[in-house]
Nanobody, 121 residues
């Protein structure tokens, strides 16, 4: 089994920054795409940013130029640096990964429990 554990959320003032981290653990042969999603109250979960194993990134239009996703593949970690945060960025942020547990297994989509980001003065 594979687990994702997020950290780094919290309360931040508008204009502030946060760095979210996500650690994968368990039986892991390879992690392919990793990403961050968020869900605000009353809204659907949406992609914030994703990164392939080769380092190709994609971002939601709302965070382009403000957030940076990165990963440390040997450590099975993914990060999200968020700058100039706004109240509309308030949400529960989830880590997501496509994981192969063995060389023969298919990709398994795994989700973390989420870390809360609150942007408020």
């Amino acid at each position: 089994q594979v687990q994702l554990v997020e950290s780094g959320g919290g309360l931040v003032q508008p204009g502030g920054s946060l760095r979210l981290s996500c650690a994968a653990s368990g039986i892991i042969f390879r992690i392919n795409t990793m990403g961050w999603y968020r869900q605000a109250p009353g809204k659907q979960r949406e992609l914030v940013a994703g990164i392939t194993r080769g380092g190709i990134t994609n971002y939601a239009d709302s965070v382009k130029g403000l957030s940076t996703i990165s990963r440390d593949s040997p450590k099975n970690m993914v990060y999200l640096q968020m700058n100039n945060l706004k109240p509309k960025d308030t949400a529960l942020y989830y880590c997501n990964a496509e994981v192969q547990s063995t060389v023969l297994s298919r990709n398994l989509e795994v989700w973390g429990q989420g870390t809360l980001v609150t942007v408020s003065s």
